[in-house]
């Protein structure tokens, strides 16, 4: 369901919370971490319903230029590119970049133009001038330490429409049950509420819909579920030291031992085509994704 809205809060009572959300807000991204994760990903599975249910909400219009910031592997910008979009795909990792030029080449797709560049960048240096395209889009992609300046300058860019999602708690960083069973609180989530309450504040009221998709964790061993667990644990705390963090890894390790089982589907491809591995969780992890548009108006 799509809607518009206005803030619950009152002015006093939101400058607290957004001094709050801003000072719980997670550290940006680095390219290194993407650069060794691009290995690890391909979008030869796309279009999929994350995918499929964005560009629906999105509403491109035929023949309409795309700017597509932290683009990845390109999930998006390769189907928009196959449709005849022009298409300029930045990311700031050039491994992220590799495997999209391999997978474009692949299919023959001319339309689409990778440009390394981070949030951060001096983007009309990197040639990203404002009014340039009719829409931008962030898919997933806006862990910035500057949520309102990433927001201003995706509004610039565009001549008509932006359109971003953003983790509401739950994120394939963060999974909210694992946090809750063990009573730990997830101090660097729900981003989205920020960047509404930036859009709000600006007289602009975004479109709020939710995007679904479903995430399948596969691990070598119960141990490896534990350390590959207990770094979302102690990502979630802001005293990774504390009393507090050693008492919830230690419930995590019992938790790994409940809830990690043998996997039925071992050695079959997951989305991304590698091998699933021996070990899964005993449920489907669920993120739910926000997903805010608006006319881009200057």
């Known amino acids: 369901m799509t809607q518009n809205f206005t803030p619950l ?36 599975d796309a279009p999929n319903a994350y995918v499929e249910r964005f560009l629906e909400l999105a509403r491109i219009e035929p023949g309409e230029s795309v700017f597509d910031m932290g683009c990845g592997t ?20 050039q491994g992220m970049l590799d495997v999209m030029e391999s997978e474009l080449r692949e299919k023959n797709v001319t339309t689409v133009f990778p440009k390394l560049m ?16 009719d829409v931008s889009i962030a898919s997933r992609s806006i862990a910035v330490s500057d949520m309102k300046a990433a927001l201003v300058r995706l509004s610039r860019v565009a001549r008509r429409r932006v359109c971003i999602t953003l983790s509401t708690g739950s994120s ?19 981003d989205f509420l920020y960047a509404f309450n930036i859009l709000a504040t600006a007289s602009i009221l975004p479109e709020v819909s939710y995007i679904q998709s479903t995430r399948t964790d596969t691990f070598d061993s119960v141990d490896d579920a534990y350390e590959d667990l207990s770094r979302m644990v ?54 739910t994704w926000a997903f805010l548009a608006w006319d881009a108006k200057h």
């Not at 390109?74 to 990792?93: N, R, Y």
């Not at 981070?118 to 395209?133: F, K, L, P, T």
Request: charged content about 35%; some cysteine.
């Open 9 to 44: 809060l009152s002015a006093t009572d939101w400058n607290e919370e957004w001094k709050r959300l801003q000072i719980a807000r997670r550290k940006a991204d680095n390219a290194e971490y993407w650069d060794k994760r691009s290995k690890t990903f391909s979008t030869k």
């Open 234 to 287: 102690l990502d979630a705390m802001a005293d990774k030291e504390s009393p507090e963090a050693h008492a919830a890894l230690s419930r995590l390790r019992d938790w790994t031992h409940e809830h990690v089982i043998a996997n039925p589907d071992a050695g079959a491809p997951d989305k991304k085509g590698l091998p699933q591995k021996k070990f899964t969780l005993d449920y489907k992890r669920i993120v």
């Open 74 to 93: 390109g999930s998006l910008s390769i189907p928009l590119g196959a449709e005849g979009h022009k298409v300029v795909a930045c990311d700031f990792s």
């Open 172 to 190: 394939p960083r963060m999974d909210a049950r694992i946090l809750s069973d063990l009573g730990v609180k997830n101090e660097f989530g729900n």
């Open 118 to 133: 981070s949030w951060e960048d001096d983007w009309e240096a990197h040639g990203v001038r404002e009014n340039m395209v």
